[in-house]
């Protein structure tokens, strides 16, 4: 499985971008799908996955009403809608799939076996 990451750029505080997530050599039916952020200097953490087996989706409390995660079948790509970004959210994002992902909770990174590219979302006040 190939992941492409895109959707990344700068935004004002309060504004919106969506990512997405393409993938090829596989069909996203059989995995979940998700996001990892790393802000500078920071560890990694989880932001929000989608399970493709039962349509669960999972959200870290950071992003929770302001994110929305979905998936584009015709497109097999996966989506992050984020609204009301604010400099928290500047961070380069990275797609992943195949791994844990459940509505109470979403997998460390390690646990995920793909990994797309990185994209920047940089924020500011």
């Known amino acids: 499985v190939q992941l492409q990451a895109s959707g990344g750029g700068s935004v004002q505080f309060g504004g919106s971008l969506r990512l997405s997530c393409a993938a090829s050599?596989?069909?996203?039916?059989?995995?979940?799908i998700g996001w990892f952020r790393q802000a500078p200097g920071k560890e990694r953490e989880r932001v929000s996955c989608?399970?493709?087996?039962?349509?669960?989706?999972y959200y870290a409390d950071s992003v929770k009403g302001r994110f929305t995660i979905s998936r584009d079948n015709a497109r097999n790509t996966v989506l992050l809608q984020m609204n009301s970004l604010s400099p928290d959210d500047t961070a380069v994002y990275y797609c992943?799939?195949?791994?844990?992902?459940?509505?109470?909770?979403?997998?460390?990174?390690?646990?995920?076996?793909?990994w797309g590219q990185g994209t920047l979302v940089t924020v500011s006040s």
């Open positions: 992943v799939s195949k791994g844990p992902c459940t509505t109470a909770s979403m997998g460390p990174d390690y646990t995920y076996t793909y």
């Open positions: 050599g596989s069909t996203l039916d059989d995995y979940a």
């Open positions: 989608f399970n493709n087996r039962n349509g669960r989706t």
